[in-house]
């Protein structure tokens, strides 16, 4: 196949894979039930960000249906960030918490660092800590962010082995592109890491066997920078007119890729259930038992 010929790629669908994952969680909960042990999350949410009360909502709802306890904590706008630091440090010491997470963006009076590293690294099962960031960097046990973890599961599930495949990763936040190029080069990827600053971008793309992109902004990468049969993850919720739409011209990047996840159907549902794969495997160290089998990377 030449690169002028345009192939049609492999829908990779993160919605059944993320319930097929939830099933699993569902079973090893059981599992842990029959032993004495709730698995349990809880969730703080300050102010009233609409966006926030919908992830908050199918948080709570997905963790109750694997038989997790589901804990929510909410707190008004304009609470001091004294009175949410005290909250944690009471969520830190109650056994009956394994995972604890503030919803974010945070009220703009608040330090976003300061209470995220004000969590129990054990408990921290968005994997934002600065002992977990430092932890997976270095290659240590860490609790992992779960967007990042969900797209590894789904490269993995594509790929296999990702050892010296090119990565291309486009964003550099703390929450997606940093820790999924960590991911990628623990399984021996070789990662480059592009940004608003990068300027050739689209020769990246086209030598690139996985592109992860986390721009934020719709339909950003053109279905021919991608090489054929790459593997695309794209990780971006754009809301526009046309409704919801990834970082990624779908249409145009499916013609070359050789698997592609949709937007929405994709990465979205795999953050949930990473979360909840998070909470288990907290759990689980919690009570010095093994890490859950395929949850870890
Ligand atoms: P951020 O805004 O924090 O980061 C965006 C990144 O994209 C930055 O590193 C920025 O570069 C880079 N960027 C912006 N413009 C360009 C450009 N022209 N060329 C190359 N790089 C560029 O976003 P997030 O990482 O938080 O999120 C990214 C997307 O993923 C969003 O659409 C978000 O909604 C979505 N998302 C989806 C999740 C899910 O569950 N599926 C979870 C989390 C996020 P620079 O650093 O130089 O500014």
């Known amino acids: 196949m030449t690169a002028t010929s345009p192939m049609t790629a492999t829908l990779i669908d993160g919605k059944a894979f993320a319930a097929s994952l939830r099933t699993r969680i569902g079973t090893a909960v059981t599992a ?3 032993q004495g042990i709730t698995p349990s999350l809880t969730v703080v949410l300050v102010g009233e960000d609409p966006a926030s009360e919908v992830y908050v909502r199918s948080k709570g709802r997905m963790t109750r249906e694997v038989g997790m306890n589901s804990f929510e904590h909410r707190l008004p706008a304009d609470t001091p960030q004294a009175d949410l630091l005290a909250l944690i440090d009471r969520l830190n010491g109650d056994p009956a918490v394994n995972g604890i997470l503030v919803q974010l963006p945070l009220p703009s009076h608040m330090d976003e660092a300061a209470v995220i590293n004000a969590i129990d690294p054990a408990k921290d099962v968005d994997g934002f800590h600065i002992l ?15 967007t ?20 291309l990763v486009i964003g550099r936040s703390n929450i997606v592109g940093k820790p999924m190029a960590q991911l990628l080069l623990r399984d021996s990827a070789t990662v480059t890491m592009a ?48 409704g919801l739409v990834g970082d990624v011209d779908f249409d145009g990047a499916a013609k070359f890729a050789g698997a592609i996840t949709p937007v929405p159907g994709g990465v979205g549902p795999m953050t949930i259930a990473c979360l909840l794969a998070n909470t288990l495997t907290a759990t689980a160290r919690a009570n010095g038992l093994p890490d859950p089998e395929g949850l870890t990377p």
Not at 132 to 142: E, I
Not at 148 to 167: E, T, W
């Open 148 to 167: 990042p973890l969900g797209c590894l599961m789904l490269l993995r599930d594509q790929l296999g082995s990702l050892a010296g495949k090119n990565a």
């Open 32 to 34: 842990m039930k029959a």
């Open 132 to 146: 977990n960031v430092g932890r997976l960097a270095t290659g240590q046990k860490a609790m992992v962010p779960c």
């Open 195 to 242: 940004h608003s600053r990068t300027s050739n971008l689209q020769d990246l793309c086209r030598q690139a066997d996985i592109v992860v992109a986390a721009v934020g902004r719709p339909h950003f990468v053109q279905g021919d920078w991608i090489k054929l049969g790459a593997v695309v993850i794209d990780v971006g919720i754009n809301r526009t007119d046309d």
